[in-house]
């Protein structure tokens, strides 16, 4: 694991995650950002997934973006839902899932995958309690197969990665 402060759409990895809403049809923040990069190709992809559950994710291609694959997952809005932990959690276990399936169905020894911090903009988490959350759940998750990389948009959240994963 590793964690660097940059701009996602630009990474030449083979999966992204989009910290994405219920709609998967492009927001604000890094989910719009996702979709402005990727093209027009990208929503109408979105469009026949019919939306996603909080905590839950699904996988389209890339198109115009550097990377293979993106996979949307749907955080949890901090003050709104009931169990806000555990879907943020499973933002990270179901994306994690799903790019080792990628990673098996294309016979591949290792991918990379990176993550936005999710929630963390206008759904409102704590960004402390996020990473935690987010390195914590890596760690239970990982197999040697997958390389994770966190892609901080700002220096504060960069600085809180950067302590966690020293731990």
Same mark, same amino acid.
């Given at each position: 694991?590793? *964690?660097i402060n ?5 990474l030449?990895?083979d999966?992204? *995650?989009n ?6 049809l492009?927001g604000g ?5 996702i979709?402005?990069a990727?093209?027009p190709?990208l929503?109408?992809e979105?469009?026949t997934?019919?939306?996603c559950e909080?905590g839950e994710s699904k ?12 996979i949307?997952?749907v ?7 009931n ?6 959690k499973s ?6 899932l ?13 991918i990379?995958i ?7 903009g206008?759904?409102g ?9 987010a390195v914590?759940t890596?760690?239970?998750l990982?197999?040697?197969?997958i390389? *994770?990389?966190?892609v ?8 809180l990665y ?5 731990k």
């Open positions: 694991m590793e *964690v940059g701009d996602i759409t630009k030449d990895v999966i992204i *995650v910290a994405a809403n219920n709609t998967l492009g923040g890094v989910d719009g950002a979709h402005r990727s093209g190709k929503l109408e979105c469009k997934l019919h939306g909080t996988m389209t291609n890339a198109y115009n973006l550097p990377c293979n694959k993106i949307h997952t955080g949890p809005i901090y003050h709104y839902e169990d806000a932990a555990s879907l943020l933002c990270y276990k179901t994306s994690y799903l790019a080792e399936q990628y990673r098996k169905e294309n016979k591949l020894d290792n990379t990176a993550y936005p911090c999710i929630s963390t206008v759904y988490y704590p960004k402390d309690e996020a990473c935690m959350i914590n890596i760690k239970e990982d197999n040697n197969h390389n *994770v990389i966190f901080c948009f700002d220096e504060e959240s960069y600085t950067k302590k966690e994963l020293e």
